[in-house]
């Protein structure tokens, strides 16, 4: 069984200020872990995901993440935000291998504001 | 860049009707799903589809649902009698290859589903 959660259902920063967007995993097998980013009225948008190999990743947007299995997290970070970061995010984790193909499971989401 | 589209934006259905959503994956996946997000809840996998047939579903993929993939082209999630928690952001996704090692899924804007 698998579960995310991500802390913080709002997070609030100013234009140039770090971004961090906290995510934590709960998984029976080794995670692949997963950033989604939702802009209004659109689709999910992959950011950036960890499999295996290097624990920090980097993404899209100047986006990164570090995987540390110790804290079973996988925190998002952009070190200066931008206006037009401001969006819904969403971590996933899903299975590596096995048969549960491309089924994610998504933590609640945290809506990103970036003021001026 | 391909994008999976998805019809309508919204739809509204009176309780007890049935309902046909429709997605046109990107061309060359091979692998489809369908997600939910009732509003103010997390994304949740609804079902996975390869080779014309189901991958794998969740408790909430009961008999009220279908999919189909009728053409080459279009992947349609039916829901035979609405009902009032039905209402949700119901998204299409798709990737190349079953593992999500290297194929994340792509994610259509998704079709606004109010019951009423």
């Known amino acids: 069984a698998q579960s995310v959660t991500q802390l913080g259902s709002h997070v609030s920063v100013s234009e140039g200020a770090l971004v961090l967007l906290r995510c934590n995993y709960s998984s029976s097998v080794p995670p692949y872990l997963f950033w989604y980013v939702q802009y209004p009225n659109q689709g999910l948008q992959l950011l950036l995901k960890y499999t295996t190999g290097a624990t920090l990743v980097k993404g899209i947007n100047g986006f990164e993440a570090e995987f540390k299995k110790s804290e079973t997290s996988f925190h998002l970070t952009k070190p200066s935000a931008h206006m037009s970061d401001a969006a819904e995010y969403f971590c996933a984790v899903s299975g590596a291998g096995g048969t549960s193909y491309g089924k994610l499971t998504f933590g609640q989401g945290t809506i990103l504001t970036v003021h001026p | 860049e391909p994008e999976v589209t998805q019809t309508p934006s919204h739809q509204v259905t009176q309780m007890g009707q049935e309902v046909i959503l429709r997605c046109v994956p990107i061309s060359n996946h091979l692998y489809f799903y369908w997600y939910r997000q009732i509003l103010g809840q997390k994304v949740e996998f609804l079902v996975s589809f390869y080779n014309n047939e189901i991958s794998e579903k969740s408790e909430i993929f009961d008999d009220q649902f279908s999919v189909e993939r009728p053409d080459g082209s279009n992947f349609t999630l039916k829901i035979r009698s609405t009902k009032l928690e039905d209402s949700a952001m119901y998204f299409c996704?798709?990737?190349?290859?079953?593992?999500?090692?290297?194929?994340?899924?792509?994610f259509g804007n998704g079709t606004r589903l109010t019951v009423t």
């Open positions: 996704a798709s990737s190349p290859r079953g593992s999500s090692y290297n194929s994340p899924l792509h």
